[in-house]
């Protein structure tokens, strides 16, 4: 994986039953330069992830001898992660696999734990809220979405993305954190200040567009004269 | 008709469904994500709201229509078809919604009965002046022009 694919885009996971909502979290993501793969179910999602039955079982601190002496069967093909995977925003309310559950699920999971989770409800219920909070999700976004909400999604992803390239690499915890540091900083300082420039400027020409009333600065059908008419 | 004559009648159009409460905020936000590598956006979006909205009308009736009404059942519809409007901005679909979805929690058939009617009503005003405006939209579009957007429903 080379670094320039690295920073090249941020990859979200959406998942909700409902089509509309679909192509709604779609777009707004991918207005807001995210690459996007939707899914309509919790179970989907954690086969795209790359998610089997015994990833509850596998420990980080690895003190087993198996384990220790084939570290191969660890990272054999059916845990390997296809499509690296930055986000997952999924709605709360789903026949079957709840978000919930599929929160708990990714936390319970050494392989996928490292992923910022964001849930997405249409019902503001306290306890719900907290409950997915503690349960380790990054955010609690109210339905329907806006541009807003996904401004907001960014600097979850920045937080995590390099631990969760270490995770998919080396599986032994000591080598795990050692790598931690410096993978840490190589990113950083390579590809940081690309990323971060990129993603100020999109972002803030979005907050600005949003605070104007305006639409974003993008060649699109706009005739903004008229708000002038119109008044 | 000039592209001038058909923006104006656009604002003047959008600005009364907007007053009427027949839209709100979030088809402002359907629109502020259309641009000129996805025109058909909202066009899109509201076509599948209306053949969603058909089904769910027609799951709601026929769960009415039971000697035995599944409650449950009716009340998961109705959460559907209020999340399904509130995500294009059909306000008075979805406020129709939310007081359906309080009858099923009280499991009051007659009630329910009565909000199967009145949610069919709404559904079929927005989609008559969603179809009108998004009609506008395409001959402005079809005339040159860029569509303009009311800023203060954003």
Redesign the interface.
């Known amino acids: 994986m080379g670094m320039a694919a690295a920073d090249a885009q941020f990859h979200v996971l959406a998942v909700d039953d409902?089509?509309?909502?679909r192509?709604?979290i779609e777009?707004?993501l991918k207005?807001s330069s995210f690459q996007v793969t939707t899914v309509d179910s919790g179970s989907k999602a954690l086969e795209f992830l790359g998610w089997h039955d015994d990833d509850d079982d596998v420990d980080v601190d690895v003190d087993d001898d198996e384990r220790n002496n084939s570290n191969e069967a660890f990272v054999s093909p059916k845990n390997h992660q296809e499509v690296e995977v930055n986000l997952v925003i999924t709605d709360y309310?789903m026949p079957g696999m709840t978000g919930y559950d599929l929160l708990k699920k990714m936390k319970e999971s050494a392989f996928l734990r490292n992923i910022p989770v964001v849930i997405m409800s249409?019902e503001n219920v306290p306890s719900r809220i907290n409950r997915c909070l503690e349960e380790g999700a990054e955010e609690f976004i109210l339905?329907?979405v806006?541009?807003s909400d996904v401004n907001k999604l960014r600097p979850h992803i920045m937080k995590s993305k390099s631990i969760c390239k270490d995770i998919i690499q080396k599986p032994e915890n000591q080598e795990k954190q050692d790598n931690n540091e410096s993978t840490e900083t190589q990113l950083q300082s390579q590809s940081q200040p690309q990323q971060t420039s990129q993603s100020n400027n999109n972002s803030s020409n979005k907050r600005k567009s949003?605070d104007e009333?305006?639409?974003?600065d993008?060649?699109?059908?706009?005739?903004?004269d008229?708000?002038v008419?119109?008044n | 008709m000039e592209v001038d004559q058909l923006?104006?009648s656009f604002?003047e159009y959008s600005?009364l469904l907007f007053h009427e409460g027949f839209l709100d905020g979030?088809f402002s936000?359907?629109q502020?994500?259309?641009?000129?590598s996805?025109?058909d956006?909202v066009l899109?979006?509201v076509s599948?709201?209306f053949e969603?909205s058909e089904r769910l009308l027609n799951d709601l009736t026929i769960a009415l229509d039971q000697q035995n009404v599944d409650f449950k059942k009716l009340d998961a519809h109705v959460?559907?078809f209020?999340?399904?409007s509130?995500?294009?901005?059909a306000q008075r679909v979805k406020n129709v919604c939310i007081a359906f979805r309080n009858l099923c929690d009280e499991q009051n058939a007659e009630g329910c009965l009565r909000c199967l009617q009145q949610v069919k009503q709404e559904y079929l005003l927005v989609k008559t002046k969603l179809e009108a405006l998004l009609r506008l939209e395409q001959q402005i579009?079809a005339a040159g022009?860029?569509?303009?957007?009311?800023?203060?429903f954003?």
Do not use: W
């Not at chain 2, 022009?145 to 203060?152: H, K, Q």
């Open positions: 409902s089509l509309i909502d192509k709604l777009r707004l207005t309310c249409s339905k329907p806006r541009l949003m009333g305006l639409s974003p993008r060649t699109r059908p706009r005739y903004n008229m708000t008419m119109s | 923006q104006r604002l600005r979030q936000q359907l502020l994500l259309q641009d000129e996805n025109p956006f899109e979006v599948l709201f969603d959460h559907q209020k999340g399904s509130s995500s294009i901005g579009v022009g860029a569509i303009p957007m009311l800023n203060e954003c």
